[in-house]
């Protein structure tokens, strides 16, 4: 019997002894799926500007390159491969616990960077992971970025719901506000990484940071209109040249490209500009607007420049007529209106059209003046 019990003890003892075995190889699993931070050297530029043929827009000057180009303040956020947002700062106190977010004005006293690089050492703790999503948001305020990552139940949101994200683009629509009318105050940024963010030992310097290079992306397009007056055509005695716009959106997508039913399309009301002295003269004769970029699927969601040969001189009577309209997007002659994108104005771009004002004949309602550049547009009254 006292043989019997004293097996019967030992073995009770084994399964314990196995049963810390397994707790403390669990223990160890747990410690090894712990995540993993490694500081990140973030380093970012924006993208050049690229060239795309089509129209158009108003203000005398583009904006300059201290608005065009500096990275002014800079966001980054990180959502791991099931698509959470990470809390990336761990004090329970951070007003902002989801994102880092850097000023490179110093308060406003400068005017910001043209690129961030190493000696800037903007460098923050990110998770390790297989994959994992960076975003850098460029020259948005800390507000800004918590409403893009902050559901409306103060909840983190997800990378589903981050995709769907909108900003607002802040333009100057009337003339006497401080900026030039077809301007905006700010040009917003944004880049990401998808990928995966491996950890120093697997890139061989367990010693220093590892290294992200972005290249941010304008949230804006820059639409060049170049205007002329015909060979041999001058304006009446009496009538006005403006511009406008129609179907100016008043939000852009952070990600353009992801595949949507539908797609929310609000449009912002710019007052017409009175620019007849310079269409007369001749100097001065390209104008400049800044637009957020669409995808537009639809004619009644599209861009158009109006313009104007009127004996109106205030500009709200002048909105309320109809105008001759200019088609602004990648397929403006709708050449092959039914490709994918002929209708879109894409980030990051620069649009041109050269128009040449001509005489309306008041019998065939023909262009009666010899124009020049890529459009003639015939509304001027024959004198």
């Given at each position: 019997m006292?043989?019997?019990?004293n097996?019967?003890?030992?073995?009770?003892?084994?399964?314990?002894a196995a049963?810390?075995?397994?707790?403390?190889?669990?223990?160890?699993?747990?410690?090894?799926?712990?995540?993993?931070?490694r500081?990140?050297?973030?380093?970012?530029?924006a993208?050049?500007m690229?060239?795309a043929?089509?129209?158009?827009?108003?203000?005398?000057?583009?904006m300059g390159?201290e608005?065009e180009?500096?990275?002014?303040?800079?966001?980054?956020?990180?959502?791991?491969?099931?698509?959470?947002?990470?809390?990336l700062?761990?004090?329970?106190?951070?007003?902002?616990?989801?994102?880092?977010?850097?000023?490179?004005?110093?308060?406003?006293?400068?005017?910001?960077?043209?690129?961030i690089?190493?000696e800037?050492?903007?460098?923050?703790p990110?998770?390790?992971?297989?994959q994992?999503?960076?975003?850098?948001?460029?020259?948005?305020?800390?507000?800004?970025?918590?409403?893009?990552?902050?559901?409306?139940?103060?909840?983190?949101?997800?990378?589903?719901?981050?995709?769907e994200k909108t900003?607002?683009i802040?333009?100057?629509?009337?003339?006497?506000t401080?900026?030039?009318?077809?301007?905006v105050r700010?040009?917003?940024?944004?880049?990401?990484?998808?990928g995966?963010?491996?950890?120093?030992?697997?890139?061989?310097?367990?010693d220093?940071?590892?290294?992200?290079d972005?290249?941010?992306?304008?949230?804006?397009?820059?639409l060049?209109?170049?205007?002329?007056l015909?060979?041999?055509?001058?304006?009446?005695?009496?009538?006005?040249?403006?511009?406008?716009?129609?179907?100016?959106?008043e939000?852009v997508?952070?990600?353009?490209?992801?595949?949507?039913?539908?797609y929310v399309?609000d449009?912002?009301?710019?007052t017409?500009?009175?620019?007849?002295?310079e269409?007369k003269?001749?100097?001065?004769?390209?104008?400049y607007?800044?637009?957020?970029?669409?995808?537009?699927?639809?004619?009644?969601?599209?861009t158009?420049?109006?313009?104007?040969?009127?004996?109106?001189?205030?500009p709200?009577?002048v909105?309320?007529?109809?105008?001759y309209?200019?088609?602004?997007?990648?397929?403006?002659?709708?050449e092959?209106?039914?490709a994918?994108?002929?209708l879109?104005?894409?980030?990051?771009s620069v649009?041109?059209m050269?128009?040449?004002?001509?005489?309306?004949d008041?019998?065939?309602?023909?262009?009666r003046?010899?124009?020049?550049?890529?459009?003639?547009?015939?509304?001027?009254p024959a004198?």
């Amino acid at each position: 019997m006292k043989t019997r019990l004293n097996t019967w003890c030992a073995a009770v003892l084994l399964v314990f002894a196995a049963g810390l075995g397994a707790c403390e190889d669990n223990a160890e699993a747990l410690r090894e799926k712990e995540p993993v931070r490694r500081e990140v050297c973030v380093t970012a530029s924006a993208a050049a500007m690229t060239w795309a043929e089509a129209p158009v827009s108003r203000s005398l000057e583009p904006m300059g390159p201290e608005m065009e180009n500096p990275i002014k303040q800079l966001a980054v956020v990180q959502f791991d491969e099931e698509g959470n947002l990470l809390r990336l700062k761990q004090d329970e106190a951070d007003t902002y616990p989801y994102f880092y977010w850097c000023d490179f004005t110093n308060g406003g006293k400068n005017p910001g960077e043209l690129a961030i690089t190493e000696e800037d050492g903007f460098k923050v703790p990110l998770f390790v992971g297989r994959q994992t999503r960076v975003c850098l948001i460029g020259n948005l305020s800390e507000e800004g970025v918590d409403s893009l990552v902050t559901r409306a139940d103060g909840m983190p949101v997800r990378w589903a719901d981050f995709l769907e994200k909108t900003v607002r683009i802040p333009y100057v629509l009337e003339a006497g506000t401080s900026g030039e009318v077809g301007h905006v105050r700010e040009i917003y940024l944004f880049g990401y990484y998808e990928g995966e963010l491996a950890d120093g030992e697997e890139l061989g310097n367990e010693d220093e940071f590892t290294r992200m290079d972005f290249t941010l992306a304008r949230l804006i397009a820059r639409l060049e209109l170049s205007i002329s007056l015909g060979e041999g055509v001058s304006l009446p005695d009496g009538y006005n040249v403006f511009f406008g716009l129609d179907g100016v959106e008043e939000d852009v997508y952070l990600f353009p490209n992801v595949n949507r039913t539908s797609y929310v399309h609000d449009h912002v009301e710019i007052t017409p500009i009175n620019r007849t002295e310079e269409i007369k003269t001749g100097t001065n004769n390209t104008f400049y607007f800044y637009v957020a970029p669409h995808l537009v699927r639809d004619m009644a969601n599209a861009t158009y420049l109006r313009i104007w040969c009127t004996e109106e001189t205030n500009p709200g009577s002048v909105a309320k007529e109809e105008g001759y309209k200019v088609l602004i997007c990648n397929d403006p002659l709708q050449e092959i209106p039914t490709a994918d994108g002929s209708l879109w104005i894409n980030r990051n771009s620069v649009y041109h059209m050269n128009l040449t004002l001509t005489y309306v004949d008041s019998e065939t309602g023909r262009s009666r003046g010899v124009g020049h550049g890529s459009r003639e547009i015939a509304i001027v009254p024959a004198e």
